[in-house]
């Protein structure tokens, strides 16, 4: 049973490029959340989803950045017009139901030149 | 607003000593109580957990106390080996949103 799988592992863009990460949950897991690693620092949430419905995203920035999570493939984690600033480690964790325990990705590295 | 405040920023322990790291909260609402284990390069692995009804709950070498009126909680690791050597985050859950800590950096010593 693979585990949280995010691709890519890695992303190089360019100011004012869009940055897309995927993240694919375990087998039967139906709820997803995003968080960002500045570095050396703790993970930020920024979205929770469950299939084809936000349930939080009190965590997103307002301009620039989205989430979705269709019924047939992938979570993505959308950044347009990449700023230095964006530049950060984006972890995705899923879960089988509310109140069980989340897993994590590995993550996708931005960085953004 | 830092919500789960965590120390010590790095903490270097010799092999075989206990390493001790502590975590205070603000939210009384928060439900529960994970730490996590995260190599360089890897995601946050799930360690040990803990739910505010209960005091202490040990599984191996890993150690969680709580100390619920003190809104203070704490991870031990008992015999602590090279292996160990990781960042460490303690976290809060309120809604299924896991608030954590700023990381301390554990270095076990031979």
């Known amino acids: 049973n693979a585990g949280v799988m995010q691709n890519p592992r890695h992303l190089v863009r360019r100011r004012g490029q869009e940055a897309r990460l995927r993240c694919s949950p375990m087998?039967?897991?139906?709820?997803v959340y995003w968080y960002r690693q500045l570095p050396e620092e703790g993970l930020k949430f920024m979205v929770y989803?469950?299939?084809?419905?936000?349930?939080?995203e009190s965590g997103m920035p307002k301009e620039r950045f989205s989430a979705e999570f269709p019924k047939e493939g992938p979570s993505i984690l959308r950044i347009q017009q990449v700023v230095r600033g964006d530049s950060a480690a984006y972890f995705c964790?899923?879960?089988?139901?509310?109140?069980?325990?989340?897993?994590f990705g590995q993550g996708t590295r931005l960085t953004v030149v | 607003q830092q919500q789960v405040k965590q120390s010590p920023q790095s903490l270097i322990v010799q092999k075989g000593g206990i390493s001790i790291i502590n975590c205070a909260y603000e939210?009384?609402?928060?439900?529960?109580f994970p730490w996590y284990q995260q190599f360089p390069g890897k995601g946050p692995a799930l360690l040990i957990a803990?739910?505010?009804?209960?005091s202490e709950k040990k599984e191996g070498r890993f150690t969680i106390s709580f100390n619920k009126s003190a809104k203070q909680f704490s991870l031990h690791i008992m015999d602590s080996q090279p292996g160990d050597s990781a960042t460490y985050f303690c976290?809060?859950?309120?809604?299924?949103?896991?608030?954590f800590g700023t990381g301390t950096r554990l270095t076990i010593i031979p």
């Open positions: 964790a899923s879960s089988q139901d509310r109140n069980t325990e989340a897993f």
């Open positions: 087998k039967g897991h139906s709820h």
């Open positions: 989803l469950q299939k084809e419905n936000i349930i939080d």
């Open positions: 939210n009384t609402a928060f439900d529960y």
């Open positions: 803990i739910r505010p009804d209960v």
């Open positions: 976290a809060a859950t309120l809604n299924e949103k896991l608030t």
